[in-house]
């Protein structure tokens, strides 16, 4: 399995990619045998655990009275979640003349993501000057090629500052029910500060990865130290500069994306570091540097959305050369070209692991094996270096996870490891709707009850039967590894709807059910078109390994093909939906 492959010319034979590909197999059912099926092996932030979820960054608890709106009150736009979804969607309606716009937040600011994740060294590991939306609007240059989150949250604080979308927004709060009221066309929504708000179009915009989880481990609540999930993080306890680790034994749960930015820092400042680990991530190369002031002053007016341009049209340049089959080269062939691209890129990323990493017991099981893309990639120049730090220990658990936690720390296989701090790196619940409230539409219907049968919606955006309700980021959209570039076109699409509705005297808007149909089956036809799915290692990207109905995933056509349809939907408005006029 140690075949250098770097040589495009002395390619490897088959055989060592077909070994390779059933080492990922191994690995993957290995996995599968130690934990229940899908999401059953994560639990909630409640119970004896809630203290977790509580918010660390809010200064204070803001008492308000509940907001009762009359007739006379119905906002324009209510925003579930404060998030770029809700900032970016917000801009676009505001250019084109919308005036009431309501935010409801859970946390005490905008943000989403980055108002939570406020761990060290968090950053976006997508290229700044493509990740934060609406720099060519802020007239923004981002100070570094990967941001670091206290710039992104300055920036999404900096949006609703320039489009006065702090008027009407309403913090520590979070939406219980959506439901539809017929006869006045509008949603009335409750919250958990007793508000009964009411709205003329709703955006769920609560983001897919929005709700923090952990694993669900015996002994948790017997633990007697301090324990904190990475979206929560103390620096009370840590200091802000992590000072306060010196004299102390931290562990963390979890290798995932926010683990390796986390881990360098812990292994820098703690007094020991136990990292337990699961399934390892694949750790590539990170290219950063500050902005060159030179390059940000050439820039011309407009010029992230020639970038964005430029990346689409290279997409589509990418999607076209894949359907295209050469002279003499079956499908089943190209497939398995495909296959072994990604395997060198995999092996790869061993063979630097075995660079960097001094001791090759910890190298060996710091390497993943699955395909690339099956779990969220890693970028990282410091978190394969931690390990060479004598203060650093791996305990692999070699696809069991941590099952039990004692008094004093992690136990596995009888021994218990002491930590005076435990850091829960175990992500986020994967929310394959976009929506965590109960939402009732047209004739009393529950929304979860209508997926029931399987994900129905066109775009990824609308459903059926549920009037003038939008939905971003969930399931039956385009992937975009970039969640910023999928984001910007559905504000835009969601943007345009409202402004078509309102400019043509309708109240409602709503999707009819062939259309509904029609887009279902452009996501069953696309389903194939991934790996991220049986074959993958459990993860977020394949919903932990479960088996899920083919209308439940992402559409797989392509992010051209995507805006295209979005395209062409919107010059045939009257073809997908159904106006009302009171």
């Known amino acids: 399995l140690n075949f250098d492959a770097s040589d495009r010319s002395d390619r490897p034979p088959q055989e060592y990619y077909d070994r390779i590909k059933e080492k990922f197999a191994r690995e993957r059912d290995l996995r599968l045998g130690y934990r229940p099926p899908g999401t059953e092996m994560y639990r909630d932030l409640d119970g004896a655990m809630a203290d977790l979820a509580r918010d660390p960054y809010a200064d204070d608890w803001v008492e308000r009275e509940p907001i009762i709106d009359g007739d006379n009150d119905i906002v324009d736009v209510l ?41 060290p060294g968090v950053a976006c590991d997508v290229v700044s000057y493509d990740y934060l939306p609406l720099l060519d609007e802020m007239d923004y240059v981002p100070s570094r090629h990967y941001a670091e989150g206290p710039e992104i949250f300055a920036h999404c604080q900096a949006i609703a500052r320039k489009y006065d979308l702090y008027d009407l927004a309403v913090f520590q709060t979070t939406v219980t029910s959506t439901v539809w009221d017929e006869a006045a066309a509008c949603w009335n929504i409750t919250t958990d500060r007793g508000d009964s708000m009411r709205a003329k179009f709703v955006v769920c915009a609560n983001g897919t990865l929005a709700k923090p989880r952990l694993a669900r481990i015996d002994g948790m609540e017997k633990f007697g130290g301090r324990a904190f999930h990475t979206s929560r993080w103390d620096y009370d306890f840590t200091g802000p500069d992590l000072e306060k680790l010196g004299d102390l034994r931290v562990g963390i749960i979890g290798t995932g994306a926010s683990a390796v930015q986390i881990i360098p820092h812990l292994g820098e400042h703690a007094k020991s570091l136990h990292v337990f680990q699961r399934t390892p991530s694949s750790i590539d190369i990170r290219d950063d540097w500050e902005t060159s002031e030179e390059w940000a002053s050439k820039l011309q007016p407009g010029w992230q959305a020639a970038r964005r341009a430029k990346i689409v049209s290279k997409f589509r340049e990418q999607a076209e050369r894949r359907s295209t089959l050469k002279p003499g080269v079956t499908r089943e062939e190209k497939i398995r070209r495909q296959e072994n691209n990604n395997i060198d890129a995999m092996m790869r990323i061993h063979r630097r692991i075995d660079e960097v990493v001094e001791d090759p017991e910890t190298a060996e099981a710091l390497k993943p094996w699955y395909m690339l893309m099956c779990k969220r990639p890693c970028f990282h120049n410091d978190y394969l270096p931690t390990f060479n730090r004598p203060n650093v220990h791996l305990v692999d658990t070699r696809g069991k996870g941590i099952t039990e936690i004692g008094e004093r720390g992690p136990i596995f296989e009888g ?75 559905q504000g835009d699409h969601i943007a345009n709807a409202i402004q078509y509705a309102r400019a043509n005297g309708y109240d409602t808007i709503d999707v009819t059910p062939d259309a509904e149909e029609w887009w279902v089956q452009e996501v069953i036809k696309h389903r194939g078109k991934t790996n991220r799915n049986a074959e993958c290692t459990p993860g977020y990207y394949n919903f932990e390994g479960q088996e899920n109905r083919r209308q439940d995933g992402n559409y797989n056509g392509g992010f051209p093909a995507y805006i295209d349809h979005i395209a062409t939907i919107e010059a045939n408005m009257d073809d997908h939906f159904v106006f009302t006029t009171d």
Do not use: C
């Open 79 to 119: 925003f579930i979640g404060g998030g770029f979804s809700a900032l970016l969607t917000s801009a676009r309606l505001r250019e084109r003349g919308v005036q009431s716009i309501r935010i409801v937040e859970r946390g005490a600011d905008v943000g989403g993501t980055w108002y939570w994740n406020r761990y």
């Open 415 to 489: 021994t218990e490891y002491e930590v005076d701090l435990l850091i829960y790196a175990t992500g986020f619940e994967v929310q394959k709707t976009g929506i965590y409230n109960r939402i009732v539409g047209e004739g009393g219907v529950d929304l979860d009850e209508k997926y029931g049968e399987g994900i129905r919606t066109l775009l990824g955006i609308h459903t059926a039967g549920f009037p003038n309700l939008f939905i971003m980021g969930g399931y039956q959209a385009s992937f975009q590894f970039n969640l910023t570039d999928l984001l910007q076109v």
